[in-house]
């Protein structure tokens, strides 16, 4: 956005009407800028009133800036890799209730398990962090995880459903 090469953000809620798209994906490693609202200080407190979220391939660190910049956006850490978040990922989640998690990085035996008794299982979204990662592991966890049928299913399509029927552009 500071570069000029986005559309500015009520033309781009517009755009993104027209081409019924519902949420932002945001690779700011890749593409090497930052996720923050020093970065984005209009699109991102739109995309919060109007419920559009944002699936943000950053790490959780990082992400942490945006999340206290605007905790009001609907922020998805996306492909957080195969291990053990809980001792970052648990605060962050207890601080910021509008983060959610896809679970491509909950490949430890349980996690599916703990943030679920922890969170419910409202704020997990089904994810493999394809192409990165093989989806098989992530498709294993979530058919092995003792959760009950409503919980997975919720995980495996309903809590992105939800989110993105919620959304007002």
């Known amino acids: 956005a500071a570069c000029g090469e986005m ?3 009520e033309p781009l809620l517009k755009d993104m009407k027209k081409a019924g798209v519902a949420a932002l994906r945001a690779f700011p490693q890749e593409h090497r800028y930052r996720l923050d609202g020093m970065s984005f200080p209009e699109l991102f ?6 419920h559009v979220p944002l699936l943000a391939k ?7 800036e945006l999340l206290e910049d605007c905790p009001e956006l609907k922020v998805v850490a996306m492909n957080q890799g195969p291990h053990s ?6 605060p962050l989640m207890d601080a910021f209730p509008n983060l959610y998690v896809e679970t491509s ?5 349980g ?10 299982h409202g704020r997990l979204l089904f994810g493999t962090g394809f192409p990165d990662n093989a989806s098989g592991g992530s498709l294993l966890r979530l058919a092995q995880a003792d959760i009950g049928d409503k919980a997975r299913a919720a995980i495996a399509g309903g809590n992105l459903q939800r989110m993105l029927d919620e959304v007002d552009l």
């Open 7 to 9: 559309p500015p953000p």
């Open 45 to 50: 407190p739109l995309m919060a009133r109007r």
């Open 58 to 64: 950053e790490n959780l660190f990082l992400l942490k």
């Open 85 to 90: 978040l809980d001792r970052h990922l648990w």
């Open 105 to 109: 990085c909950f490949l430890v035996e």
């Open 111 to 120: 996690l599916i398990e703990s943030a679920c008794e922890r969170y419910g």
